[in-house]
């Protein structure tokens, strides 16, 4: 007996004690959360730099048609004969001497300053257009990406903090079924003392009141493994905690399947990237395709040599000019490229099509599971009000020695059972209406209301 109270009082202390804690524990609200956790959670931060490199991309990719310029400043030194006599008339040192015979095969070891700044600016280049297409697709499909993960990280901390809720209820119903265990082998106690009990009676109390203070235990360290994982959803170090502060409440959705449905259509950032992937596919076959057309360009250079100093002025001399290039053969490699880029395209259109379905598939889902979660609730009231009824009326039985302590104690892991079922029952609506805003694209707007 001393064990058992030793026990059932250190598991009452630990209870408390975890209650104490979660008063000086930081408390916060769903959308305090959401909103901390959208802008300190890694992944979402990562999102975010992700859709901003893209962007950057995009950016770069349109300044293609500005002009480039080149400063270059070089030094060499050569007896090479075709060198020097370059050399020599880029100095405008060239001279008679120059054309000896012996001085044109035999030169004198001669230095090069040169200074130059060269211009090259396209005209016309298509594969640089579809590039620009190609990158704008892949920033829109990027950002649409890091929208699906704010949307997919909000609901990851909307379902950690009903966790919590969850794990707080769980460990009052644990607290409530383990005190009356603790009254139930009390009674039994009286009963025997009175010459009116079993032993059995005592030893089925003793065993019942282990299974509670069991479960007790694991209710407070799921608690606090709860907090943990809130604290880590929305931002912070390992081994933080955070409390939920408010009840979560969420509205019933106003919208029937059909218009969840064409929502969904509308604002699922998934499909939305689907649909970007889809259009970089296309300007990436555009771009291989690019390769068959022509390319043009003009540029420009300015140049000073001289043959002791640095950026010195000898002579200085200029060139401009006009190209066009025109890939006419290259092996069959622009072929297979745009074979590639074809059957990228197909695979797109494909994968649009199944996300398409997918998110179909998931509005219905969401849609049939709130209905089976408000069911599920009724019948879990229900079902505790027949608990608690039946285990009152066998408690007094038991008083008046008309029932057994095996059939108390089954009165009472029944309720015990018809209780958590209630919880499960009550977070579980819950997180199915969550999941019909997220399924339709809307959760965000719903949880920042």
């Known amino acids: 007996m001393g064990v058992q109270q030793t026990l059932a009082g250190f598991i009452v202390l630990t209870i408390l004690s975890t209650s104490a804690s979660a008063a000086d524990q930081q408390r916060i609200s769903l959308k305090e959360a ?50 020097t006599f370059m050399m020599k008339l880029n100095q405008g040192r060239f001279s ?9 095969n035999n030169p004198s070891p001669i230095s090069d300053f040169r200074s130059s700044v060269t211009m090259e600016q396209p005209l016309l ?18 950002e649409a990406l890091s929208e699906q993960t704010r949307q997919q990280i909000a609901f990851h901390i909307f379902s950690s903090y009903l966790e919590v809720q969850k794990a707080r209820a769980h460990q009052l119903a644990a607290q409530k079924a383990l005190d009356e265990a603790s009254e139930s082998r009390r009674q039994a106690l009286i009963r025997i003392k009175a010459g009116l ?26 608690l606090t493994l709860a907090r943990m994982q809130l604290a ?17 409440q969420l509205k019933a959705p106003q919208q029937q399947l059909e218009q969840l449905l064409q929502l969904a259509y509308q604002k699922r950032q998934d499909l939305r990237a689907a649909e970007h992937g889809k259009q970089l596919a296309d300007s990436a076959l555009l771009q291989a395709r690019s390769a068959y057309l022509p390319t043009v360009g003009a540029f420009g250079s300015w140049q000073m040599n001289d043959q002791q100093t640095l950026l010195g002025h000898d002579h200085d001399s200029w060139t401009a000019g006009i190209s066009l ?106 997180l199915a209406t969550g999941r019909v805003y997220f399924a339709a694209g809307q959760f965000l707007k719903e949880v920042q209301q």
């Open 34 to 83: 959401v909103a901390r956790g959208l802008d300190q959670n890694n992944q979402a931060r990562a999102a975010h730099f992700q859709a901003e490199a893209a962007r950057s991309g995009a950016t770069a990719a349109s300044l293609h048609y500005l002009p480039s310029i080149t400063l270059e400043e070089s030094w060499t030194r050569s007896n090479l004969p075709v060198n």
């Open 96 to 104: 008679n001497n120059d054309f000896i015979i012996n001085n044109l």
């Open 125 to 142: 280049v298509p594969a640089a257009w579809a590039s620009q297409r190609a990158a704008t697709r892949s920033a829109e499909r990027q």
């Open 197 to 222: 009990g079993l032993k059995s009676d005592e030893l089925r109390a003793d065993t019942h009141l282990a299974a509670m203070e069991q479960q007790a235990i694991s209710a407070a360290n799921n």
């Open 232 to 248: 880590l959803a929305i931002g912070g170090k390992p081994g933080d905690e955070m409390e939920a502060a408010d009840p979560v």
């Open 325 to 430: 290039r025109w890939n006419v053969f290259d092996g069959f490699r622009t072929w297979h490229t745009s074979s590639q880029a074809s059957a990228s395209r197909t695979a797109a259109a494909e994968m649009l099509e199944q996300t398409r379905k997918d998110v179909s598939y998931q509005v219905h889902e969401a849609w049939l599971r709130r209905i089976e979660a408000e069911k599920r609730l009724q019948v879990a009231r229900t079902a505790v009000a027949a608990a608690e009824e039946a285990t009152r009326i066998l408690a007094k039985r038991f008083e008046n020695a008309l029932a057994t302590m095996l059939e108390l104690l089954d009165a009472q892991s029944a309720l015990h059972q018809a209780r958590a079922n209630l919880i499960e029952s009550e977070n579980y609506l819950v």
